[in-house]
């Protein structure tokens, strides 16, 4: 893929190449927002210095409000490169900035043991983080009132909710079935006495109970998670999404390996991991937290 060997040769035409520091992180939006945390970091400890953070393009808009606050050159690269592409990538950078820091697990390794936040610090050199450990995804006040006026329009407004997540697109090939399918989805659905929000992409399989909040946009769907009383996740984009710093929604997370956790790796104690199998046995879970 040359476009992205041209992006980064432009990059360096436009930076002083000795001191600019280079961040690659591709290519889910879970891996983007552990960066997130390498990149704030180097910012405290380099507050002078150009930080140019790659990351796939289908997500450097929703990233506008954190290049705002921290100061940070965020740049689209293509989103199908292939580990090797990446690796590839990666080298090219180093021979054009004196420092490339690349955090991802995939293709640059998991490589010590820990979860996966720990390999990700590990892979940037990072030994001491300087920054709170819980991804950094600012949203606006725009995206507040999208959301709203989305839950407004589907009939909730000051009643407790419940945001889910039932796809994962790195833990599950199509159709993304990662926990359960999404009959079972379905079937936990039946016994919650709750509304519930189900999130995810476009082309994701709808369910056939709850609200529909498939296709917005990432900082429109941190809104609503904000605004849940209760988050369930499968170890996704969204989980890691509603460890951030700046939100305080409790959260069930099922069948989630202990290096995914998220009381495990952003040690979030509003936050229970559960291995479970049956649908009805989970909402009877979901409407007992509900109901604290």
């Known amino acids: 893929m040359t476009k992205a060997l041209q992006i980064i040769d432009e990059l360096a035409d436009k930076h002083d190449r000795s001191s600019t520091i280079y961040v690659q992180h591709l290519k889910n939006f879970g891996d983007v927002l552990h960066s997130s945390m390498v990149v704030r970091h180097l910012r405290k400890a380099h507050p002078d210095k150009p930080i140019v953070w790659c990351i796939s393009e289908r997500y450097a808009d929703q990233f506008e409000p954190f ?6 050159k965020i740049v689209g690269m293509p989103h199908e490169g292939s580990p090797e ?7 090219h950078a180093k021979t054009k900035f004196s420092r490339v820091v690349t955090p991802s697990v995939c293709p640059f390794g998991w490589t010590i043991a820990g979860d996966i936040v720990d390999n990700v610090l590990h892979n940037a050199g990072i030994k001491k983080l300087l920054v709170p450990r819980r991804p950094f995804f600012p949203h606006t006040n725009k995206d507040n009132e999208w959301a ?24 599950s090939k199509p159709p993304h079935n990662s926990t359960w399918s999404t009959e079972k989805y379905n079937q936990m659905l039946a016994y919650i006495k709750y509304k519930v929000v189900f999130l995810g992409g476009e082309a994701d399989p709808a369910l056939k109970r709850g609200v529909d909040g498939r296709g ?37 997370e099922f069948n989630v390996g ?8 952003y040690s979030v104690r509003r936050s229970k991991a559960i291995k479970i199998a049956n649908p009805k046995a989970a909402a009877k879970l979901i409407n007992a937290e509900m109901a604290k």
């Open 67 to 72: 290049s705002n606050k921290l100061n940070v």
């Open 85 to 91: 592409d990446r690796a590839r990538w990666a080298r």
């Open 148 to 171: 709203g006026s989305f839950l407004k329009g589907n009939g909730i407004q000051n009643e407790p909710f419940v945001a889910l997540e039932y796809n994962s697109y790195t833990l």
């Open 216 to 252: 917005t946009t990432w900082r429109q769907a941190k809104a609503i998670i904000a605004r849940a009383k209760l988050f369930v996740g499968c170890g996704s984009g969204l989980s890691v999404m509603a460890c951030c710093e700046d939100i305080n929604t409790r959260m069930i």
């Open 258 to 265: 202990p290096s995914l956790r998220a009381e495990e790796i």
